[in-house]
C-alpha cells in the first residue's frame, strides 16, 4: 500500500494488480505484480525489486483519460460526419468552420493527455507499507 502521510489519500495492490514504477537507478517498470514479499515486490517474470529501490509510483487517474478519449473520438467523428456528409452532397469537402471545431475538441483531448497519470513520490509525502494479509 502506498499511502499519503498525515492524511487519508492510500492506494493498495496485490499480486495480480497492474503497476508502473521508477527506480531509484531511473529504472522505469510496468507490469504484472506477481508477488508480494517482507521486502520485495517482483514484478512480470525479469523484475524482483526492493521497497527501499522505489523512487516513485504512477497511478491512472481516471476522469482525464476518460474525458481525453471521448474528445478525442467526438473530434474525428464530426470531422468525419461532415467529411462524408460533403462528398456526398457534392460541395466541398472541407469546410473552415468544421476544421475549426474538430481541431478544438482533439487539441482540448491531447492536453488532457498528460494529466491522465498521476506520480506518487515515494519519500516525505508518500510512503510504502506491507500489509498482513492472510493467503487463501
Sequence with gaps: MIKKFGGTTRYSYQAGDEISLRTKKNLKIRGTIWDLSDSSLSV????????????????EVYAPKLF??????????????????????????????????????????????PLCHKNLPVGKRWRLYLLDSPRP
Design 44 to 59: 512480470g517474470q525479469n523484475y524482483i525489486i526492493r521497497f527501499d529501490e522505489i523512487k516513485s509510483v504512477r497511478r
Design 68 to 113: 481525453s478519449r471521448l474528445l478525442l473520438i467526438l473530434g474525428v467523428g464530426y470531422l468525419g460526419l461532415d467529411v462524408g456528409n460533403n462528398l456526398i452532397n457534392n460541395q466541398q469537402v472541407f469546410n473552415k468552420s468544421t476544421l475549426i471545431i474538430s481541431g478544438s475538441v482533439i487539441g482540448a483531448g491531447l492536453i488532457l493527455l
